[in-house]
T-cell receptor, first 115, second 115 residues
Framework: AQTVTQSQPEMSVQEAETVTLSCTYD???????LFWYKQPPSRQMILVIRQEAYKQQNATENRFSVNFQKAAKSFSLKISDSQLGDAAMYFCAYRSGEGAQKLVFGQGTRLTINP | ETGVTQTPRHLVMGMTNKKSLKCEQH?????MYWYKQSAKKPLELMFV???????ENNSVPSRFSPECPNSSHLFLHLHTLQPEDSALYLC??????????????FGPGTRLTVL
């Protein structure tokens, strides 16, 4: 069975600085998808960024980017120019290849932005 | 209403009560999911429904009974719950098949407290 590990329960960063959240996963599959979800306090969880395992190029979405290391089974999230609205729980998630629906989540990292 | 909505947002119930959680998606999707989010634990997938048919039951106790009358509505009927069932229950929806990505959209959740 696949597992996802986020080793940082809490992180904090100064506003406008850059922060990296770590995620590692364990799988024997070669075809899969990885996701970062953001859950602000008392608000809905939303997808931040996603990565297909067959793509070597790291995904980017505005200030959010990932460092995908397939051989190391690592999928970290970098947030540049941190803003107060980035404060949230961040979850890393794994899903098997095409047709699969089950998301396997990590424990989450609580990110605090210091003004 | 847009996206995925859930009612009620908060629920307190005794162990002998019977209550239901409701989820509605306004995205035209054909798959719906129930997740359980407990403190300090990863999100756990409970049930998956595709085209109103249950396709996955992740070893959930029978005191949780899902119902999916159509592709837009999903219920979770609760009876004889235990205090350890207190958690945030999240509903999600997606479109299947989706050519691989199958992004899941989440509702705001129902915060359940069992006394």
């Amino acid at each position: 069975a696949q597992t996802v590990t986020q080793s940082q329960p809490e992180m904090s960063v100064q506003e406008a600085e850059t922060v990296t959240l770590s995620c590692t996963y364990d799988t024997s599959e070669s075809d899969y998808y990885l996701f970062w979800y953001k859950q602000p306090p008392s608000r809905q969880m939303i997808l931040v960024i996603r990565q297909e395992a067959y793509k070597q190029q790291n995904a980017t979405e505005n200030r959010f980017s990932v460092n995908f290391q397939k051989a190391a089974k690592s999928f970290s999230l970098k947030i540049s120019d941190s803003q107060l609205g980035d404060a949230a729980m961040y979850f890393c998630a794994y899903r098997s290849g095409e047709g699969a629906q089950k998301l396997v989540f990590g424990q989450g990292t609580r990110l605090t932005i210091n003004p | 209403e847009t996206g995925v909505t859930q009612t009620p947002r908060h629920l307190v119930m005794g162990m002998t009560n019977k209550k239901s959680l409701k989820c509605e998606q306004h995205l035209g999707h054909n798959a719906m999911y129930w997740y359980k989010q407990s403190a300090k634990k990863p999100l756990e997938l409970m049930f998956v429904y595709n085209f109103k048919e249950q396709t996955e039951n992740n070893s959930v106790p029978s005191r949780f009974s899902p119902e999916c009358p159509n592709s837009s509505h999903l219920f979770l009927h609760l009876h004889t719950l235990q205090p350890e069932d207190s958690a945030l229950y999240l509903c999600a929806s997606s479109q299947v098949p989706s050519g691989g990505l199958n992004e899941q959209f989440f509702g705001p959740g129902t915060r359940l407290t069992v006394l």
